[in-house]
C-alpha cells in the first residue's frame, strides 16, 4: 500500500511540464545560515572534540578534494560523529559541509531554478537531506546516480512528560526508539542532545540545535549482591520500569509554599532539567515551547585496537555510511573538471526513521527523493518530453548503504558457512532472495564491476535459512518506482550497541568505492543491456 501511495503522489500533473600531534585538522569551514528556515546553534560554534587515540600510532592525513587517492577520510568522520549526536546535528552538519564546499540551499517550498553544472540540496524536518550535483552534459531524461543512507539511530528519547521521582531521586522517563541492545545503556555517562523550538520577544519562534556535553544522566544497574542469578540466567531488564535514567537527588525546598510546590510536581519535566537548558539556550524557561532530545552517550568517538585499526563510537550505523556518501559526493564535484563531461546528476540521499520502518514525512517511506527527482527533471528540462521523469528511473541507479553484520570471532556459528564478512576486507553486497534486500544480480555485477576497475576490495552476505533477516530502505525506494537498487554496507561488529565498532581501512575502502561509483558507474552502466 505505501509502494501504491507513493506512485499515485509521484503522477505527473496535467499540464506539461584531533590532537595536535597526531592528526592533521580539518579547516573550520563558514557557519551556515538559511533565511527560509531558522536554524540556531545553541551558543558560539567550538572546535569540535579531539580525536582521541587508544595508541600512540602514525596520524591519520586528512583529505581534501584534491588530494591523493591515498588520503584518509577517517579523521573527518570521527569530527563527524563527535558533532553528530542526533540526527538533527548528523543533518545539520552535512548542510554545513555542503554549503562550504559550494552547494547552494533550496527550499521545498520555493520554485527551484537548476542549472548544468549546478550542486544543490535541501532538507527536510532538518533530519532528512538530498543534495545532488548536476552533470554539465545532463538533458532530458538522463539518469540519477544515488547513495541513499540514514541519519538516525537506535536511542532513548524523553517522554512528552518526563518528570518523575522514586526514593528521593529525580528521574526522566524515556521511550525506546528502534531495536537497541538496552542492556548497553546502563552505567554509561550520559546527556541530552537534540532540538527545541525557542520563543523569541517579537513573538516569532526559532528552531535551534542543543547538546548537553557534561553527564547529566546515568542508568545504573543492580548490585549483583541483590540479584545473584544474573549472570546465570542473564541481565533482562524490563524496558518500562528498570530504564530510567537518574537525573538528581530529590531535594526539598521548604521555602516554597504548598501552591508552588503543587505546580512543581505537575511540570512535565523537572525545573532543574528545565533551568539546564534555558542555559545552555540562554533563553528563559518560559520561553522554551517544545522539545525533542534523545539521550546520548558522552563518551566520543575514537580509535582503537592495538594497531588503532578500530574506531570504537556510538551511532556508527548509520553514519558512517552517510559521512561516506556526504564525502564522496563533494569530493566528485568539487572542482571544475569533475562534472565537465558528467551526463547525469549524482546524488545523495539522508533519511531520517530507518530504524523504526522509514514510514514518516522524513523517512525513505515519503516520496522526498522521487519528487525531488521530478522536479529537477522537469526543471532542466528545455521542453516538454514526453515520459522524461519515468524514462530517468529506468536509467538511475540506487546505491542503499546501510551498515554490515561482520563475522563475530566469538560466535561465527550465527553466520552462514561461506558468507562470514570480515572486517577490512571492503564493502558487503547484501543478498536475500526473499527481496529484505534489492539487490539483484544485475545490480551486484554492476557494482562490482566499478570495484574491479579501481582494484577495490568486496563482500558478499546472505543471512542462514534458519534466522530472520533485517532490512534497509533499499526495498522502500526500490519498490516505490522501480529504480534499480543495489544494498551494501561496511561490516561492523556490536550493531545497535550504544557503542559499536568497525574498521579504520572500511572507511576510506567505503568512501573510495563510492566516489567510483560516481566517476566510473556511466561507463560501466552503458557495456550491459538487460530489456
Known sequence: MAAIARLHLLQPPPAAVNTSVLFSKLPRLSPFSNPNYSLCYTRARKPSLSRRLCSNSESVPESSPTSGASASIVGGLLDYLNESWTQFHATAEAKRQLIAAGYHLLNENDEW????????????????????????????????????????????????????????????????????????????????????????KDGSFLHKLIKLKRPI??????????????????????????????????????????????????????????????????????????????????????????????????????????????????????????????????????????????????????????????????????????????????????????????????????????????????????????????TSGVTAFLFKEVAKIHNLPTQEFVVRNDMGCGSTIGPILASGVGIRTLDCGIAQLSMHSIREICAKDDIDIAYKHFKAFYQTFPSVDRKLEVD
Open 217 to 438: 544522566l546515568r542508568i545504573p544497574t543492580l548490585a549483583i549482591h541483590l540479584d545473584r542469578t544474573v549472570n546465570k540466567d542473564g541481565f533482562k531488564p524490563n524496558l518500562e520500569t528498570h530504564l530510567v535514567p537518574l537525573l538528581a537527588t530529590k531535594l526539598e525546598d521548604t521555602s516554597l509554599d504548598p501552591k508552588e510546590k503543587s505546580n512543581i510536581s505537575k511540570a512535565a519535566h523537572h525545573p532543574i532539567l528545565m533551568q539546564i537548558l534555558s542555559d545552555e539556550l540562554s533563553c528563559g524557561i518560559e520561553d522554551i515551547a517544545s522539545m525533542e532530545l534523545n539521550i546520548c552517550d558522552t563518551q566520543p568517538s575514537c580509535l582503537g585496537g592495538a594497531n588503532s585499526e578500530f574506531i570504537f563510537s556510538g551511532r556508527l550505523d548509520n553514519l558512517a555510511s552517510s559521512y561516506c556518501a556526504l564525502r564522496a559526493l563533494i569530493d566528485s564535484s568539487g572542482t571544475p573538471g569533475d562534472l565537465s563531461s558528467e551526463h547525469a546528476i549524482r546524488m545523495i540521499a539522508l533519511f531520517d526513521n530507518e530504524e523504526v520502518g522509514s514510514e514518516s514525512a522524513q523517512g525513505a517511506g515519503a516520496p522526498t527523493m522521487f519528487e525531488a527527482m521530478r522536479r529537477i527533471v522537469g526543471c532542466l528540462a528545455q521542453e516538454y518530453v514526453e515520459g522524461a521523469f519515468e524514462r530517468a528511473i529506468r536509467r538511475s541507479f540506487l546505491v542503499s548503504a546501510d551498515m554490515a553484520h561482520g563475522v563475530h570471532p566469538n560466535f561465527m556459528d550465527k553466520h552462514e558457512e561461506h558468507h562470514r564478512p570480515e572486517l577490512q576486507k571492503g564493502l558487503v553486497i547484501k543478498h536475500n532472495a526473499n527481496q529484505r534486500y534489492a
Open 113 to 200: 531554478d537548476l542549472k548544468p553544472g549546478g550542486r544543490y540540496l535541501f532538507t527536510r524536518n532538518m533530519s532528512c537531506l538530498v543534495a545532488f550535483a548536476v552533470g554539465e552534459k545532463y538533458r532530458g531524461s538522463n539518469g540519477f546516480h544515488v547513495i541513499a543512507a540514514h541519519t538516525d539511530s537506535p536511542c532513548l528519547k524523553l517522554k512528552p512528560k518526563s518528570a518523575s521521582s522514586k526514593s528521593g531521586y529525580l528521574m526522566v522517563n524515556v521511550q525506546t526508539y528502534g531495536s537497541g541492545l538496552w542492556h548497553t545503556w546502563f552505567d554509561r555517562d550520559l546527556s541530552l542532545a537534540g532540538r527545541v523550538i525557542v520563543r523569541e
